[in-house]
Each structure stands twice: as structure tokens, then as C-alpha cells.
């Protein structure tokens, strides 16, 4: 009581009540702990978005917290956590956000074992949180095949004409002398487009009889390709083979590889299947891994 005042101190209850909390779960800061949450303004609210507030630190432990947050600055240099349109235009890559986590977590427990664990996640979670911002502060970015094959199939090539679809049956055409290429639109038309309902996407070239389709609740796509055009009144024929998909980034290879040099190009990216029954127990067995 000694401390008592006559007005009403708000941020004082705040923190008292923040304290006790993380006494309920055991958790005892030291000055360089609290120091950290107080730089990241996270002291309060562990569920507030991180930033650097320097001034909410003493001079005394601003240069000790520096040096933790120098340490989790060349863990993850060089790292980004991209974009995942298939959550919506906004939404980042869980992927990438999981590994940044792990890199940092990791450097600055090994260059600073004395912190608590509050301490080093709300770094952690500061360096995602810039990462992540710096990415959609950007256009959804247009990632290109890689130079090999550029050079396999070489430019000619390159689709001129593509339709997108989803599965509600809605299209959109990009052409060959549009602003931007057709990565680019592929992936801002998922980000209009994706839902929990909607997630099924394809990309094809009507021209060359060929296509790709992409199932995002699955993990998996489907490269399409005629082998017989319908003649008479007759159905075509289609050849569908079948991989799984490694996360956002294999998406973005396969739909580039696809821009680039067609169903060709997509050989060397999985192993493709034919067998829908033989497809299913490879989906089953990565998903039980």
C-alpha cells in the first residue's frame, strides 16, 4: 500500500494483472525477459501483434535487448514467409511461418539460454510478423520455372492463350501481351477466389488440349491431356495423371513449370500416377506420415 496513489493507475492494474497470469502458468521473468516483452509490446498482451518500441525500455537493458533481437535478425536473414493465396489474397504461407519460428527460436536460445520461453516466442514472433508484412506489402509475386526449363522447352513454348477456373464454374482468361504474366494472374485470381468451399482450381489450354488441375483440400493435382479429340459426336479421350503437391511452394513450381512447357514440362516435378486407387494409398501413406 505504500505504493498506493490516490488516482486511478490503469497500466499499473494491467500489468499487475498480466503478472499474475504468467505466475498461474509458472512463469517467472527476469529483467532481461521483461525487457523484451516490454520492447515488443507484448508485455501486457501476449496476443497483440508485435512491433519495436526501443523508448518502452530502460537504457540500461536496451542494449542487452538489442543484442537478442540482432541475434534473431541473422537467423532468419535471407528467410520470407510468401504468400498463400489459397487462404485468401492477405494470408501467409504456415510453411514458411513455421520454419522462420524454428530458425530463430533455436538461434536465440543457443546465443541467450537464460531467457524464458515467453521471452524468446515474442521475438520469434516479431521477426514473422515483419516477414509477413513485408510480404503483403507486395503484389502476390509472380514465381517463374526454374532456368533449366527455360531452356528444355525455350520460349516458344510458353502458353498464349489460358483459362482459369474454379469450382464454382467461374472463368477468367489471360492472354499472351498482358501487363502481367500468367502466374501472376493465375494466383491473384485463387486469392479472389479460394474459400473453404472452393478449392479447386484449373489452368488450361484449350488450343493444345491440355490442363492442370489443382485440389488444395487435398494436397494433389492433375495434369490433363487429350489423346484423341471428339470426332462424329464422339466423346474426346483424356489421359489424367495424378502427384501429390508439397505445400504452396510446389504449387507455385508445378503452375509455373505448366506456363512454361506445358504437361511436358511437368515430367521431372513428382511422380505421376495414372492408377486412382494406386494415388489414394500414396495420399493416405503422406498423410499418416
Known amino acids: ?85 489459397r487462404r485468401r489474397k492477405r494470408a501467409t504461407d504456415k510453411r514458411d511461418w513455421d520454419r522462420l519460428t524454428t530458425a530463430v527460436d533455436a538461434a536465440v536460445r543457443r546465443a541467450h539460454p537464460g531467457l524464458v520461453e515467453d521471452a524468446v516466442r515474442t521475438v520469434s514472433f516479431l521477426m514473422c510478423s515483419e516477414a509477413s508484412d513485408r510480404s503483403r506489402s507486395t503484389p502476390i509475386d509472380d514465381d517463374e520455372a526454374a532456368d533449366g526449363d527455360r531452356a528444355e522447352f525455350g520460349e516458344s513454348a510458353r502458353k498464349t492463350i489460358l483459362s482459369f477456373t474454379d469450382d464454382k464454374g467461374v472463368e477468367k482468361k489471360w492472354r499472351q501481351g498482358c501487363p502481367r504474366s500468367a502466374t501472376a494472374e493465375f494466383w491473384e485470381f485463387v486469392g479472389d477466389r479460394s474459400t473453404g468451399d472452393n478449392e479447386v482450381f484449373t489452368v488450361e489450354d484449350e488450343e493444345m488440349g491440355e490442363g492442370i488441375q489443382l485440389h488444395f483440400y487435398a494436397d494433389s493435382i492433375a495434369r490433363v491431356t487429350t489423346v484423341r479429340a471428339g470426332e462424329g459426336g464422339s466423346d474426346p479421350e483424356y489421359r489424367v495423371e495424378y502427384s501429390l503437391v508439397d505445400g504452396m511452394d510446389g504449387y507455385r513450381k508445378l503452375v509455373s513449370a505448366f506456363v512454361r512447357g506445358g504437361c511436358a514440362a511437368l515430367g521431372q516435378h513428382g511422380s505421376w500416377m495414372t492408377d486412382v486407387a494406386e494415388f489414394e494409398r500414396a495420399r493416405r501413406r503422406r498423410d499418416a506420415a
Open 1 to 85: 500500500m505504500r505504493t498506493a496513489t490516490e488516482t486511478p493507475n490503469a497500466k499499473r492494474a494491467q500489468e499487475y494483472r498480466a503478472d499474475r497470469r504468467r505466475t498461474e502458468r509458472g512463469v517467472v521473468l527476469g529483467p532481461l525477459d521483461a525487457a523484451i516483452l516490454k520492447y515488443t509490446g507484448q508485455y501486457l498482451h501476449g496476443s497483440t501483434v508485435p512491433r519495436r518500441i526501443p523508448d518502452a525500455v530502460g537504457p540500461a537493458l536496451l542494449p542487452e535487448v538489442m543484442r537478442v533481437i540482432a541475434t534473431a535478425e541473422q537467423a532468419c536473414a535471407g528467410m520470407r514467409i510468401g504468400r498463400d493465396p
